[in-house]
């Protein structure tokens, strides 16, 4: 029991936004890979779950959601060490990609300082999910056929 509590303790929580219409979903891709991914990021400790989400939106995109749009959709089980508290932007127009901008960067191998993200895409859900990594492809697909998903259900599996 106490070794199940460690393991717990130790397991840090990724915060993201999923910013979609129902139709169509945001992707950033990240600097030199081929990997896309929603906007997220690890909580500082004592940040509350969706402020951390809003705040890594804002950060990985330029995009503020206004106060209270954030809707949860609960912490999922996400990578080993790492859980997924994930949140639902839902707006009426997509924004564009073009007009995004990554303003949190890393040091590259190279000594280089880069974005997170260096290209957006807005994209039926359809196309977005074979971009993704596999565990955030099936944290996506719970909450999408999950009770808190606020659209029609799926017409397919991986729709």
């Known amino acids: 029991m106490a070794k199940a509590r460690e393991r717990a303790a130790k397991r840090r929580t990724s915060c993201g936004v999923v910013v979609t219409d129902g139709a169509l979903v945001l992707l950033g891709r990240f600097a030199r890979r081929e990997l896309?991914?929603?906007?997220?990021?690890?909580?500082?400790?004592?940040?509350?779950?969706?402020?951390?989400?809003?705040?890594?939106?804002?950060?990985?995109?330029?995009?503020?959601?206004?106060?209270?749009?954030?809707?949860?959709?609960?912490?999922?089980?996400?990578?080993?060490?790492?859980?997924?508290?994930?949140f639902l932007w839902r707006v009426d127009a997509m924004p564009a990609a073009e007009g995004l901008r990554c303003t949190s960067v890393f040091r590259a191998a190279d000594g280089s300082w880069l974005p997170e993200f260096d290209r957006f895409a807005v994209l039926p859900w359809a196309e977005a999910l074979p971009r993704v990594g596999r565990n955030l492809q099936r944290v996506l697909g719970e909450v999408r056929t999950g009770p808190g998903w606020p659209f029609p259900p799926l017409a397919g599996p991986r729709a």
């Open 36 to 86: 896309w991914d929603i906007p997220k990021g690890v909580a500082e400790p004592g940040e509350a779950f969706a402020d951390a989400a809003a705040r890594e939106l804002e950060e990985e995109t330029g995009l503020q959601a206004p106060p209270g749009a954030l809707r949860d959709l609960g912490v999922h089980r996400y990578l080993r060490g790492k859980d997924l508290a994930l």
